[in-house]
């Protein structure tokens, strides 16, 4: 995501860092015909500006859970600044399908999605999904495309997204036009900022907001296509979106009536929702791959031992909405095979595996989701630790997001900042003292098996004033 220029290149810094702003959606013929509807937009969720004021440290809302809203999902990229490389919010729409901002895919670093972390600073459970294509609305024009409509985008992941149940969210079309009107009771949804001048917290929150006529809210500061968005928020900004949010919905009766695509003037101001009760719904509905009506989805659990290499599974969560599911066939990874709907199995040695389950309704249909589990305590490679470290002031962030291990079991991250202090997990964050000093930053990263590898950098430290000015030096 883009910041905003500051006239002091820390500020500017710092803006940079922001997550959920502006969604940079939209097309050159986005926009209605008449000039007099149309007004330049402000600033998208991605790079808007920290707000001023009563609301400029906290957005709002309340810390909400995956289990709530079984469709939400985070959007990641490299070089993204938040855990994780978080930058925008997505909803899962089908099996390997995301409903998102248009103007996600225009920031730089290749994209992927996580699933299943309540906070991404506790990823532990979750699942990361490639992108096979990420495709923007016809008529958007990156990269500003969310100042005239259009902000919005479909994705297709190569795997299969362990939703349970297939609770997908439901989004709107042109034949549910009431439920954006004015008056309605919208919930956003998003993994965005909390606060301003934080990147350190990525988890889910819920907001509660009314959709508002946009021509004397959102448009009073520009920007604002009643054809093509929804505005929703408050005047005194004390709940509203923020960067990181980008993409995320707005729900409305259970529905997704727009994605998350840019702000009136910050983090807490009325934002702008791309609107999908007319023709971008219609698109989104054309994206979704065909499926065989009344087929079954696939789910289960895995619950595997450290000591020695077996694994249960338990695929009673998998539904058929229309008969019932008369087998189950498993493919563990190991070239060996299972039925039924719980059963255990015993790997010959420890590692990760890809495990498969078919399942067949009573008419012949089939549904499938394939997940990775790790069996018995890892005896491979030791882990790769890469972190980042942004500053502002005496306060570093330091971000392990990037640390990697080719058996895909890192247990525990562990920092030393040189300072005399520690710290844990994937992100973290600390404060140097007064003066002018040079500390040597580690990173200590352990997998399963215990096999663990050390990586650091150099903080460089300068009195300002009486206080800490640090950079990575």
Same mark, same amino acid.
């Given at each position: 995501?883009?910041?905003?220029?500051?006239?002091?290149?820390?500020?500017?810094?710092?803006?940079?860092?922001?997550?959920?702003?502006?969604?940079?959606?939209?097309?050159?013929?986005?926009?209605?015909?008449?000039?007099?509807?149309?007004?330049?937009?402000?600033?998208?969720?991605?790079?808007?500006?920290?707000?001023?004021?009563?609301?400029?440290?906290?957005?709002? @809302?309340?810390?909400?859970?995956?289990?709530?809203?079984?469709?939400?999902?985070?959007?990641?990229?490299?070089?993204?600044?938040?855990?994780?490389?978080?930058?925008?919010?997505?909803?899962?729409?089908?099996?390997?399908?995301?409903?998102?901002?248009?103007?996600?895919?225009?920031?730089?670093?290749?994209?992927?999605?996580?699933?299943?972390?309540?906070?991404?600073?506790?990823?532990?459970?979750?699942?990361?999904?490639?992108?096979?294509?990420?495709?923007?609305?016809?008529?958007?024009?990156?990269?500003?495309?969310?100042?005239?409509?259009?902000?919005?985008?479909?994705?297709?992941?190569?795997?299969?997204?362990?939703?349970?149940?297939?609770?997908?969210?439901?989004?709107?079309?042109?034949?549910?036009?009431?439920?954006?009107?004015?008056?309605?009771?919208?919930?956003?949804?998003?993994?965005?900022?909390?606060?301003?001048?934080?990147?350190?917290?990525?988890?889910?929150?819920?907001?509660?907001?009314?959709?508002?006529?946009?021509?004397?809210?959102? @448009?009073?500061?520009?920007?604002?296509?009643?054809?093509?968005?929804?505005?929703?928020?408050?005047?005194?900004?004390?709940?509203?979106?923020?960067?990181?949010?980008?993409?995320?919905?707005?729900?409305?009766?259970?529905?997704?009536?727009?994605?998350?695509?840019?702000?009136?003037?910050?983090?807490?101001?009325?934002?702008?929702?791309?609107?999908?009760?007319?023709?971008?719904?219609?698109?989104?509905?054309?994206?979704?791959?065909?499926?065989?009506?009344?087929?079954?989805?696939?789910?289960?659990?895995?619950?595997?031992?450290?000591?020695?290499?077996?694994?249960?599974?338990?695929?009673?969560?998998?539904?058929?909405?229309?008969?019932?599911?008369?087998?189950?066939?498993?493919?563990?990874?190991?070239?060996?095979?299972?039925?039924?709907?719980?059963?255990?199995?015993?790997?010959?040695?420890?590692?990760?595996?890809?495990?498969?389950?078919?399942?067949?309704?009573?008419?012949?249909?089939?549904?499938?989701?394939?997940?990775?589990?790790?069996?018995?305590?890892?005896?491979?490679?030791?882990?790769?630790?890469?972190?980042?470290?942004?500053?502002?002031?005496?306060?570093?962030?330091?971000?392990?997001?990037?640390?990697?291990?080719?058996?895909?079991?890192?247990?525990?991250?562990?920092?030393?900042?040189?300072?005399?202090?520690?710290?844990?997990?994937?992100?973290?964050?600390?404060?140097?003292?007064? @003066?002018?000093?040079?500390?040597?930053?580690?990173?200590?990263?352990?997998?399963?098996?215990?096999?663990?590898?050390?990586?650091?950098?150099?903080?460089?430290?300068?009195?300002?004033?009486?206080?800490?000015?640090?950079?990575?030096?």
């Amino acid at each position: 995501m883009r910041g905003t220029k500051r006239l002091a290149k820390v500020a500017s810094l710092a803006v940079a860092a922001l997550a959920f702003a502006p969604l940079f959606a939209g097309g050159a013929q986005a926009v209605a015909d008449d000039a007099t509807d149309r007004q330049q937009a402000v600033n998208p969720t991605d790079t808007a500006p920290a707000p001023s004021g009563p609301h400029a440290k906290i957005i709002g @809302g309340e810390p909400t859970t995956v289990a709530a809203f079984p469709y939400i999902i985070a959007a990641l990229r490299e070089g993204g600044p938040r855990p994780m490389g978080q930058t925008c919010t997505g909803s899962v729409i089908g099996p390997k399908t995301i409903l998102i901002a248009a103007h996600c895919k225009d920031s730089e670093g290749t994209k992927s999605f996580y699933y299943g972390a309540d906070d991404l600073n506790k990823p532990e459970g979750g699942v990361k999904l490639d992108v096979v294509s990420y495709t923007q609305h016809p008529k958007y024009e990156s990269p500003n495309g969310w100042q005239t409509g259009y902000d919005v985008a479909v994705v297709q992941t190569q795997q299969t997204i362990p939703v349970k149940g297939g609770q997908y969210a439901k989004f709107a079309t042109s034949a549910d036009s009431e439920l954006s009107k004015p008056g309605k009771t919208g919930t956003a949804i998003g993994y965005g900022r909390t606060r301003d001048g934080e990147n350190q917290y990525a988890q889910v929150k819920k907001a509660s907001l009314p959709v508002v006529d946009g021509r004397n809210t959102c @448009g009073s500061f520009g920007g604002f296509n009643d054809a093509y968005m929804v505005c929703a928020g408050y005047a005194d900004g004390h709940d509203g979106i923020c960067q990181g949010d980008s993409g995320g919905p707005l729900v409305v009766d259970g529905v997704v009536i727009g994605v998350a695509s840019w702000v009136k003037t910050g983090c807490g101001s009325y934002g702008a929702w791309g609107r999908l009760t007319g023709e971008m719904g219609d698109w989104v509905k054309t994206q979704l791959p065909n499926v065989e009506p009344g087929a079954p989805t696939a789910e289960f659990d895995a619950a595997c031992s450290e000591d020695n290499t077996t694994c249960r599974f338990d695929a009673s969560a998998s539904k058929d909405s229309d008969g019932s599911i008369s087998s189950y066939a498993w493919e563990f990874g190991d070239g060996k095979t299972g039925e039924g709907d719980k059963l255990s199995h015993t790997y010959d040695k420890n590692g990760a595996y890809q495990v498969k389950l078919t399942v067949t309704d009573n008419s012949g249909k089939t549904g499938t989701v394939t997940k990775k589990v790790s069996a018995g305590k890892s005896v491979g490679e030791s882990p790769v630790p890469q972190f980042s470290v942004s500053c502002w002031y005496d306060k570093c962030d330091f971000d392990a997001s990037k640390s990697t291990d080719k058996d895909g079991d890192i247990a525990s991250y562990a920092w030393k900042f040189g300072d005399g202090k520690t710290g844990t997990g994937v992100t973290t964050s600390n404060s140097y003292p007064a @003066g002018q000093k040079t500390y040597s930053a580690e990173l200590t990263v352990t997998d399963r098996a215990g096999n663990a590898a050390t990586a650091s950098k150099k903080i460089q430290c300068w009195d300002f004033g009486g206080r800490a000015f640090c950079f990575n030096g």
